[in-house]
């Protein structure tokens, strides 16, 4: 409680002394050029792809663990909330916003150190700030049998923000968590806790063995504010003699029912190793685009019409389902006949990619020039060759243009280079229930959320991906143009009306955004009031993180190194 006080009194008396003897230490500790306070260094830590920014205190960017236990001491004697991130690109869920205003944002992007890399056994060791392109380049240097696996963020984002986050990839490692051994975490005490095995010195299989002895404490410090992860040990995937790609599309939408119910027996008996996603029409759409303003003038969602062209144009249909294959060239034959089989009698059009095709659909598509035909294939060839870049282990920013869709201004020049969707003032918002793989739950969480879309006049982007044997993670995204403030309104509550919606219809999020916290405790939970007991434990001065306080409510509820 100390912490959120002394923070709601600074927000309510600045004391201009204070704050300059509070960046002349912090300066002491990391470098005058690494604590900074002016408003263009704040700048990016106030932009967000959510309707809502905080102002933090100031900046401050360690290069080391023992500046980050410096600064956890500092912020103890100084009662300085810390906000830890990654690299700040949590896209849509508060991206490099921290939860309240005054906050210390504590960037560890610094600290992008790729510790060790076992090349025969297949793990890295990393720090909070390597990105996946960083470390897929530094595979390919060394010329490494190995591949990580790779999400549609972005190169630039954090390896071990999006895993503490629990996000997912594409590959067989796709669910990143289950392929992490060992972690260093500073506490709020500024002691160094290492997870596992990593706590003996003599251990050798630290970062091979994720549980060690006795209480498993990782799973803590993922979603949570209980300390600063500093290093992780994570797994590489196998380099694969053969990928394939495959491509299902169902041009009405009930067809998605029977796939998915088709596909999960081959999920569950490991025929798909990797992880599939599921996307309807517009999640491909927006991928090369943004809205067509000139065909639907002052409107915020696709007339049919106009929705129907661009869908034929881009030549899908209501759904697309995605994956790949991996292994032997014999095994990738044996998957495609599976497949095939499986969806023998189902309504699915499927297609197997591979670089040969690609190729020889790159070379046909030059030969078309300009044409509708030679467009349509050029656009697919592109699509192809981006997924096999990601299923490699080899991050793009491709994906990231769906965040672009409600933007005023055209793609950026150079995109997918360096695309920065908060910076890029672009609005998105992200809701993301799980729900048990069957195609009958697609179809009814589809039907409870379209019409809240509908009503607040947003078109309804959405993937279904089997993140694990048994459960599909949903992504629904409200898209909407941050320059409206009538439009900003309506997507707050577009996503309120859709948050509650799936959270009374028991599919919960896996993952929440800032402004999400304290919906997820309706008060008297008893996991709740552990998580807190947990926290006033670990933390008892609320340091790392503090959220708003609300009596009854989970205090801080967000992951140490988000983003």
């Known amino acids: 409680m100390r912490i959120i006080e002394e923070q709601k009194f600074r927000q309510e008396h600045p004391d201009a002394g204070w704050k300059r003897g509070v960046l002349t230490a912090l300066r002491i500790v990391v470098g005058a050029e690494h604590a900074v306070d002016d408003p263009g260094a704040l700048r990016r830590y106030t932009c967000s792809t959510a309707a809502r920014s905080t102002l933090p205190l100031a900046v401050v960017r360690p290069g080391s663990q023992a500046e980050v236990v410096a600064l956890v001491r500092l912020a103890g004697e100084r009662a300085l909330p810390l906000y830890p991130l990654s690299t700040g690109r949590n896209w849509g869920y508060g991206d490099a916003c921290a939860v309240g205003d005054a906050q210390l944002i504590v960037d560890l992007g610094r600290m992008n150190r790729i510790v060790d890399v076992d090349a025969e056994l297949g793990y890295a060791v990393i720090e909070p700030g390597v990105t996946q392109q960083q470390l897929s380049d530094y595979l390919h240097s060394e010329k490494l049998n190995w591949w990580i696996d790779c999400t549609g963020a972005g190169p630039d984002t954090s390896f071990m923000g999006n895993i503490l986050e629990r996000g997912f990839g594409h590959s067989p490692y796709g669910n990143r968590l289950q392929h992490v051994s060992g972690m260093q975490i500073v506490l709020a005490s500024g002691e160094v806790l290492a997870t596992g095995f990593g706590h003996y010195p003599q251990a050798r299989a630290t970062h091979l063995f994720p549980y060690g002895v006795g209480p498993f404490l ?50 569950m008996n490991g025929t798909l190793r990797s992880i599939v996603h599921i996307g309807n029409d517009l999640r491909v759409i927006s991928g090369g685009r943004v809205f067509p303003r000139s065909l639907a003038p002052d409107q915020s969602c696709l007339p049919p019409a106009v929705r129907g062209n661009l869908r034929e144009a881009a030549a899908v249909g209501a759904w697309t389902v995605s994956g790949a294959l991996y292994g032997s060239a014999a095994q990738v034959a ?48 592109g699509l192809g060759e981006a997924l096999f870049a990601m299923n490699r282990g080899k991050p793009n920013g491709r994906f990231l243009a769906g965040a672009y869709w409600r933007r005023r201004e055209a793609l950026p020049a150079g995109f997918p280079h360096k695309a920065d969707p908060a910076r890029d003032n672009c609005g998105m918002l992200w809701i993301s229930p799980v729900l048990p793989m069957r195609g009958k739950e697609v179809l ?14 947003f078109d309804l982007f959405v993937t279904f991906s089997m993140i694990n044997e048994r459960a599909l993670g949903a992504v629904l995204t409200i898209a909407y143009d941050k320059e409206d403030a009538a439009e900003v309104a309506r997507a707050r509550e577009c996503y309120r009306a859709v948050f509650d919606s799936v959270m009374e219809a028991g599919y919960i999020p896996y993952r929440v955004g800032n402004q999400s916290m304290a919906a997820l405790d309706p008060g008297g939970d008893v996991y709740w009031n552990t998580v807190a007991r947990i926290k006033a434990a670990l933390d008892p001065e609320g340091l790392i993180a503090p959220g708003r306080y609300e009596p009854g409510r989970a205090k801080g509820l967000v992951a140490g190194g988000a983003g």
């Open 218 to 267: 990782d799973g803590m410090f993922t979603q949570s504010n209980f300390g600063i992860v500093t290093r992780i040990g994570i797994w590489l995937q196998p380099a694969a003699d053969c990928v394939n790609h495959f491509l299902c599309t169902m041009s009405d939408h009930e067809d998605i029912g029977p796939v998915v119910d088709a596909l999960r027996p081959l999920r």
């Open 334 to 381: 044996a998957a495609r006949a599976a497949i095939k089989a499986a969806l023998r009698g189902t309504r699915a059009r499927t297609a197997f990619l591979s670089e040969r095709k690609l190729r020889w659909g790159a070379a046909m598509a030059r030969v078309l020039g300009s044409t509708r035909a030679g467009l349509r294939l050029r656009a697919q060839v």
């Open 444 to 457: 009814d969480l589809h039907a409870l959320v379209e019409p809240l879309f509908a009503a607040h006049g």
